[in-house]
């Protein structure tokens, strides 16, 4: 069955901190992979995606992942985070066969103290 | 583009009732997806459509649970009978332009949902 799984459920930094996001997935053949941020009271944005090619990543505001297909991961970092990156993050998974359909992990809560 | 518009942001409604929601795609995209969130957890998917035709369904979507997308465009989603397990944040999202491959899907605001 297809699955996401991300380990961290809540996070608390301090600014300037760096950030790790742990994403695995599991799927059967190739798959596309997503980071989406949900902010307080606003919809899901995308963060970053990964279709094919270099599997260092960069997205909006700084952060970055990188898929690793031997470890079926796609980590998210940051490499100091802000109090405005408070918010709720997940990892999504879809495979290229068809259907089109997003598996998200349950989600990591990031708190960032000032 | 004006995103992904759900309607109505809220409702509360008794158990057994039926409720119908609204969701506005960007404008073309082909392709619409429903999906559940409750606390705690991620997005679950629903259901999904290509232009009107309804294309893959869960096994979340009991048979109290209805979707359409009658011109391709806008979509609703019924849910008849409502059950107190039905309270949970409704999200809809579109992808793809004509021509378009495989891209991100865009997300609304979603319809926060409260069985009482």
Known sequence: ?114 | DTGVSQNPRHKITKRGQNVTFRCDPISEHNRLYWYRQTLGQGPEFLTYFQNEAQLEKSRLLSDRFSAERPKGSFSTLEIQRTEQGDSAMYLCASSSRPGQMNTEAFFGQGTRLTVV
């Open chain 1, 1 to 114: 069955a297809q699955s996401v799984s991300q380990h961290n459920h809540h996070v608390i930094l301090s600014e300037a901190a760096s950030l790790e996001l742990g994403c695995n997935y599991s799927y059967g053949g190739t798959v596309n992979l997503f980071w989406y941020v949900q902010y307080p009271g606003q919809h899901l944005q995308l963060l970053l995606k990964y279709f094919s090619g270099d599997p260092l990543v960069k997205g909006i505001k700084g952060f970055e992942a990188e898929f690793i297909k031997s470890k079926f991961s796609f980590n998210l970092r940051k490499p100091s985070v802000q109090w405005s990156d408070t918010a709720e993050y997940f990892c999504a998974a879809r495979g290229t066969g068809g259907g089109n359909k997003l598996t998200f992990g349950t989600g990591t809560q990031l708190k960032v103290e000032l």
